[in-house]
T-cell receptor
Framework: GENVEQHPSTLSVQEGDSAVIKCTYS??????FPWYKQELGKRPQLIID?????GEKKDQRIAVTLNKTAKHFSLHITETQPEDSAVYFC???????????????FGQGTILTVHP | DSGVTQTPKHLITATGQRVTLRCSPR?????VYWYQQSLDQGLQFLIQ???????AKGNILERFSAQQFPDLHSELNLSSLELGDSALYFC??????????????FGPGTRLTVL
């Protein structure tokens, strides 16, 4: 089955700096890669996603890049703010059928702390 | 607010007991997913339903079962509870499991504590 590795496990930055979180996946059939932000005790919240026919996607201060050949994808947050502090999860799935259809496999999470 | 609702928010019970967690998907979503989040295991996929039928299973224990009803709400049943079952249980929903409408939106979760 799919395996997703996420690094780093913790990330501490100063307000205004950029933050980068990286994930690798194992199943070449995976073609949908969402990122979730989870605040303490709250639900995971979808913040951005990318599909395998696209190399990069941007939404204001957040961007995601995908390298299908190397099987890795990354989350980039620019001009970080204290409210960006949370746990971030990457995930992978395939929407092309099979036993993994729709099932999200998550990375281990990154605790991002943005210091004012 | 994602539009996915879960009840109850908190559940405290004893070992050996049985509980039922309920999930209502967003309006228009046909697919429901259950995930377990614990400190040592992270977010783990349990089971998926699409329009009333089971579509995929993850690392779901035999003591756990689920179903999706005709009105599309879903229930996760956990029986013979053990201390290790204490976790946050999330439900997520999407329009469909794949294609362009497969974004999953999570409910607020049910925190289960087994004493």
């Amino acid at each position: 089955g799919e395996n997703v590795e996420q690094h780093p496990s913790t990330l501490s930055v100063q307000e205004g700096d950029s933050a980068v979180i990286k994930c690798t996946y194992s199943d070449s059939a995976s073609n949908y890669f969402p990122w979730y932000k989870q605040e303490l005790g709250k639900r995971p919240q979808l913040i951005i996603d990318i599909r395998s026919n696209v190399g990069e996607k941007k939404d204001q201060r957040i961007a995601v890049t995908l390298n299908k050949t190397a099987k890795h994808f990354s989350l980039h947050i620019t001009e970080t703010q204290p409210e960006d502090s949370a746990v971030y999860f990457c995930a992978a799935t395939t929407n092309a059928g099979g036993t993994s259809y729709g099932k999200l496999t998550f990375g281990q999470g990154t605790i991002l702390t943005v210091h004012p | 607010d994602s539009g996915v609702t879960q009840t109850p928010k908190h559940l405290i019970t004893a070992t050996g007991q049985r509980v039922t967690l309920r999930c209502s998907p967003r309006s228009g979503d046909l697919s429901v997913y259950w995930y377990q989040q614990s400190l040592d295991q992270g977010l783990q996929f349990l089971i998926q339903y699409y329009n009333g039928e089971e579509r995929a299973k993850g690392n779901i224990l035999e003591r756990f079962s689920a179903q999706q009803f005709p009105d599309l709400h879903s229930e996760l049943n956990l029986s013979s509870l053990e201390l290790g079952d204490s976790a946050l249980y999330f439900c997520a929903s999407s329009v469909e499991p794949g294609g362009a409408l497969n974004e999953q939106f999570f409910g607020p979760g049910t925190r289960l504590t087994v004493l």
